[in-house]
């Protein structure tokens, strides 16, 4: 690969290796995808919760991301939830700390989502390494945007981490806002319906009281 | 129970009320029970059987202490089974060691029901956009149709008896830790494009769902299984299903339906245009309105419990649950399981002072 390349693009060969190595790696059984870092999720759901309790951090199950991992996910989530005029970024509302809890959940939706987002991030990483001679985390922001361009081709890990993103960015009150959120606020009456300008954008009247 | 106090349309309903506004036991019917002073309540207490004494009577259960293993017993003039239906089914099929108590029409187990479920989702289009205001109605369903094809129903249209109603749900809801709009929408985004697609599509996404009553019938029944037991010792329940033309129909009927709706509001619905529309119908169980098993009648050879839900073979035996549905209308039974249940306790106590039980 020449210097070219590493400026502009990143060749089609690599793309294809890439995808072809996200795949592959999904398609193996858990423990062998696991990178030498990674640490093993809990086992089993233990006892009922006390409601009545505040839980520590790491107290329900052990939080496995290892550091590595939690820089890429705070940089891609970063990328996937910048600051602008629709919201904080994704670090502002510790999306990479609900990913954390996430994956680390012994529940078997999550241990799905696991299989998908800890070898994509070992992946990503090899992959910038191997393009860039750097870790995701430490790229330059064009860089980062490149990578991003390849994986929102088509690339399933990437496609989870935005699932789960999406789930942890919006479901804080402070991106509300960003999505067009404004419930969770008292009437003072019973709900009257939607207000006239909603009723007229979409082009129907109110019929009942 | 009716001090509570009235909605004020905010807080996320499904978490339990932060002022106890909405229904729920824990706040509407322990505390004025726990107020008379006559009530107990035993935590971690798993029944295992009813206790029938030698003239053929309810003394008590016996139940395991799950925070000692210990067994445990307690006692009384009557006892009330509330366990859930699949669960009462299971206590009376373990009673008497196994040998199983007020079943003498042998129909304990028998006749389970669930409402039938077939759902769809889909996108309206002329919901894109719309600028943000609060939508949060009550638990976001602000629509609710009953069944209204009755007149083809009687005059032998239909291709399965009974009927449905739909629910239709989506909104404005408030996120909750899961993505507010489907994956495939923001496929290929991220950044600024992202978050702009989120807000146009979030809220035009509407989900409708059948909710139809089930035709009780012989295929579908519990029985204690033969092998498995629980942590306890005690034998688990072996279900068995069978849907039978009835519902099969009625699914095909309400996707065909729901497919209608969402291209008459210029949308569409959802789905794999190659799907087999009966592959909709949900599992039994999964509607969670399991009821039947021990069901009520008029004769005590083809009922387990009187109309007063007492048990024909131990009249001080009541079951309170949705054990004694005999039928399964499309509607929610928790309503009418708490009406059985009410008017049964107000028999219970009168036939008590007359020294009847």
Same mark, same amino acid.
């Given at each position: 690969?020449?210097?070219?390349?590493?400026?502009?693009?990143?060749?089609?060969?690599?793309?294809?290796? /890439?995808?072809?190595?996200?795949?592959?790696?999904?398609?193996?059984?858990?423990?062998?995808?696991?990178?030498?870092?990674?640490?093993?999720?809990?086992?089993?759901?233990?006892?009922?919760?006390?409601?009545?309790?505040?839980?520590?951090?790491?107290?329900? /199950?052990?939080?496995?991301?290892?550091?590595?991992?939690?820089?890429?996910?705070?940089?891609?989530?970063?990328?996937?939830?910048?600051?602008? &005029?629709?919201?904080?970024?994704?670090?502002? %509302?510790?999306?990479?700390?609900?990913?954390?809890? /996430?994956?680390?959940?012994?529940?078997?939706?999550?241990?799905?989502?696991?299989?998908?987002?800890?070898?994509?991030?070992?992946?990503?990483?090899?992959?910038?390494?191997?393009?860039?001679?750097?870790?995701?985390?430490?790229?330059?922001?064009?860089?980062?945007?490149?990578?991003? &361009?390849?994986?929102?081709?088509?690339?399933?890990?990437?496609?989870?981490? %935005?699932?789960?993103?999406?789930?942890?960015?919006?479901?804080?009150?402070?991106?509300?806002?960003?999505?067009?959120?404004?419930?969770?606020?008292?009437?003072?009456?019973?709900?009257?319906?939607?207000?006239?300008?909603?009723?007229?954008?979409?082009?129907?009247?109110?019929?009942?009281? | 129970?009716?001090?509570?106090?009235?909605?004020?349309?905010?807080?996320?309903?499904?978490?339990?009320?932060?002022?106890?506004?909405?229904?729920?036991?824990?706040?509407?019917?322990?505390?004025?029970?726990?107020?008379? #002073?006559?009530?107990?309540?035993?935590? $971690?207490?798993?029944?295992?059987?009813?206790?029938?004494?030698?003239?053929?009577?309810?003394?008590?259960?016996?139940?395991?202490? !799950?925070?000692?293993?210990?067994? @445990?017993?307690?006692?009384? +003039?009557?006892?009330?089974?509330?366990?859930?239906?699949?669960?009462?089914?299971?206590?009376?099929?373990?009673?008497?060691?196994? +040998?199983?108590?007020?079943?003498?029409?042998?129909?304990?187990?028998?006749?389970?029901?669930?409402?039938?479920?077939?759902?769809?989702?889909?996108?309206?289009?002329?919901?894109?956009?719309?600028?943000?205001?609060?939508?949060?109605?009550?638990?976001?369903?602000?629509?609710?149709?009953?069944?209204?094809?009755?007149? @083809?129903?009687?005059?032998?249209?239909?291709? *399965?008896?009974?009927?449905?109603?739909?629910?239709?749900?989506?909104?404005?809801?408030?996120?909750?830790?899961?993505?507010?709009?489907?994956?495939?929408?923001?496929?290929?985004?991220?950044?600024?494009?992202?978050?702009?697609?989120?807000?146009?599509?979030?809220?035009? *996404?509407?989900?409708?769902?059948?909710? #139809?009553?089930?035709?009780?019938?012989?295929?579908?029944?519990?029985?204690?299984?033969?092998?498995?037991?629980? !942590?306890?010792?005690?034998?688990?329940?072996?279900?068995?299903?069978?849907?039978? $033309?009835?519902?099969?129909?009625?699914?095909?009927?309400?996707?065909?339906? *729901?497919?209608?709706?969402?291209?008459?509001?210029?949308?569409?619905?959802?789905?794999?245009?190659?799907?087999?529309? +009966?592959?909709?119908?949900?599992?039994?169980?999964?509607?969670?309105?399991?009821?039947?098993?021990?069901?009520?009648?008029?004769?005590?050879?083809?009922?387990?419990?009187?109309?007063?839900?007492?048990?024909? $073979?131990?009249?001080?035996?009541?079951?309170?649950?949705?054990?004694?549905?005999?039928?399964?209308?499309?509607?929610?039974?928790? @309503?009418?399981?708490?009406?059985?249940?009410?008017?049964?306790?107000?028999?219970?106590?009168?036939?008590?002072? +007359?020294?009847?039980?």
């Amino acid at each position: 690969m020449n210097s070219q390349d590493q400026e502009n693009r990143l060749p089609r060969r690599r793309v294809l290796q /890439w995808f072809a190595a996200v795949a592959a790696a999904e398609g193996m059984a858990l423990p062998s995808t696991l990178g030498q870092e990674a640490k093993p999720a809990a086992n089993g759901y233990g006892q009922d919760p006390v409601m009545a309790k505040s839980y520590e951090k790491g107290e329900a /199950w052990p939080l496995t991301m290892t550091e590595t991992e939690k820089k890429a996910t705070v940089a891609l989530a970063d990328m996937i939830f910048p600051a602008d &005029d629709l919201g904080p970024a994704a670090s502002e %509302v510790r999306v990479a700390d609900f990913i954390d809890e /996430w994956i680390s959940a012994p529940y078997p939706r999550q241990k799905g989502d696991r299989g998908a987002i800890v070898p994509g991030l070992k992946k990503l990483d090899e992959e910038c390494q191997n393009n860039f001679g750097k870790n995701f985390a430490d790229l330059s922001e064009e860089e980062k945007k490149k990578a991003c &361009d390849i994986m929102a081709k088509g690339n399933h890990f990437f496609n989870v981490f %935005v699932n789960l993103a999406s789930g942890a960015y919006y479901s804080d009150p402070r991106c509300w806002k960003a999505l067009g959120y404004e419930g969770n606020a008292p009437y003072g009456g019973p709900f009257k319906g939607p207000p006239e300008e909603v009723l007229k954008q979409a082009g129907v009247e109110q019929t009942v009281d | 129970m009716s001090s509570r106090a009235a909605c004020f349309w905010a807080t996320e309903c499904g978490r339990g009320c932060s002022i106890r506004a909405n229904y729920q036991s824990t706040t509407v019917h322990i505390p004025p029970a726990d107020a008379t #002073g006559n009530l107990d309540i035993i935590a $971690d207490a798993h029944v295992r059987e009813v206790i029938v004494g030698k003239d053929g009577k309810a003394k008590g259960v016996l139940f395991i202490d !799950k925070t000692t293993g210990k067994e @445990e017993r307690v006692k009384g +003039k009557a006892v009330v089974l509330a366990a859930s239906s699949g669960e009462t089914v299971r206590i009376l099929l373990n009673s008497a060691s196994g +040998k199983g108590i007020s079943n003498s029409s042998g129909l304990v187990g028998k006749y389970i029901m669930d409402t039938v479920g077939s759902d769809m989702s889909g996108q309206i289009p002329a919901l894109e956009n719309l600028p943000a205001h609060n939508d949060d109605g009550a638990g976001g369903c602000h629509f609710y149709s009953p069944w209204w094809l009755y007149k @083809e129903q009687k005059a032998g249209k239909m291709d *399965f008896a009974r009927g449905y109603h739909v629910e239709i749900s989506g909104t404005r809801g408030m996120p909750k830790g899961n993505n507010p709009v489907p994956g495939h929408v923001l496929q290929g985004l991220y950044g600024t494009e992202l978050k702009e697609a989120a807000r146009r599509y979030y809220g035009s *996404f509407i989900h409708i769902a059948c909710r #139809g009553e089930m035709i009780p019938n012989e295929g579908s029944f519990a029985e204690l299984d033969p092998e498995v037991k629980d !942590k306890w010792g005690i034998p688990v329940m072996k279900w068995h299903w069978k849907w039978s $033309d009835h519902e099969w129909n009625m699914a095909v009927h309400a996707q065909k339906t *729901f497919a209608e709706i969402f291209e008459s509001a210029g949308g569409k619905g959802l789905f794999d245009p190659k799907r087999d529309p +009966k592959k909709t119908l949900l599992k039994g169980g999964q509607v969670i309105h399991e009821v039947g098993g021990a069901i009520m009648g008029a004769d005590s050879k083809k009922s387990v419990c009187n109309q007063w839900n007492q048990t024909w $073979d131990i009249k001080n035996l009541l079951l309170c649950d949705g054990a004694p549905f005999a039928s399964n209308a499309d509607k929610n039974p928790t @309503e009418t399981i708490m009406a059985l249940a009410w008017r049964a306790a107000d028999r219970l106590i009168e036939q008590a002072r +007359k020294g009847n039980l």
